[in-house]
């Protein structure tokens, strides 16, 4: 079993964290197949995929170590240990919902708390989130970024929401840990059509926006 650092080391490399909304629990095997081929290891199944918690044990089941499979959407401490039970290496909530933090802390697991402003960013690092999921990103933008990161550079900042292929490159230049690639990455056209080497094409494109981002 990998420890809770070295899954906080793979989520920041390459930084890449495929929020999946599948429409249904088959598809969640051949599109976390697809984002593998394209690069992407760290797949967050959120909770409002259908059957999420099935979704996340076969996927472990499937995957082994080759991917990081997570579980996002969670806003409650029960969903939250049954997915940790199902085998989930990380937690993501939308919100700062803090008591979650113990129960991902007790089965080593990193978690990543939601926040919008700097007051709910630091008050879910002092309860000990390894990271603070900026979110929605897309209303707030790269210079919120900048302007959080000022005061509060301790932070392990991944915004979500409103990151694509044009501006998650500018998002880690503003020193951000990781960022989370909803619809841009796994869209629903995707997901209706099963275009699996679509998506192993845009993975991969994500990917290397992310390295040229952070050679630059």
């Not at 079993?1 to 629990?25: D, E, F």
């Not at 005061?151 to 292929?165: A, K």
């Amino acid at each position: 079993m990998r420890t809770k650092a070295q899954i906080i080391s793979m989520l920041k490399n390459p930084g890449i964290i495929a929020v999946v909304r599948a429409q249904n629990q088959q598809q969640v095997l051949p599109l976390s197949a697809a984002l593998l081929a394209g690069g992407v290891i760290a797949i967050e199944i959120t909770l409002t995929t259908p059957n999420a918690i099935d979704a996340i044990r076969e996927a472990r089941h499937e995957f082994g170590d080759r991917a990081l499979i997570g579980v996002g959407t969670v806003l409650n401490r029960a969903t939250c240990q049954a997915a940790l039970d199902a085998g989930a290496e990380f937690v993501v909530s939308p919100i700062c919902r803090t008591e979650l933090v113990g129960l991902a802390h007790a089965a080593h697991r990193p978690i990543m708390l939601g926040a919008y402003t700097p007051t709910e960013a630091q008050t879910a690092h002092e309860a000990g989130s390894d990271f603070i999921k900026i979110f929605p990103a897309d209303g707030l933008g790269v210079g919120y970024i900048r302007s959080l990161r000022a005061p509060l550079p301790h932070l392990q900042m991944v915004p979500t929401g409103g990151v694509d292929l044009d501006t998650l490159g500018d998002f880690f230049k503003a020193g951000c840990a990781a960022v989370g690639a909803g619809s841009s990455l796994v869209s629903t056209g995707i997901l209706q059509a099963g275009a699996w080497e679509e998506l192993t094409g845009r993975a991969k494109a994500f990917v290397a926006a992310a390295a040229a981002a952070r050679e630059a």
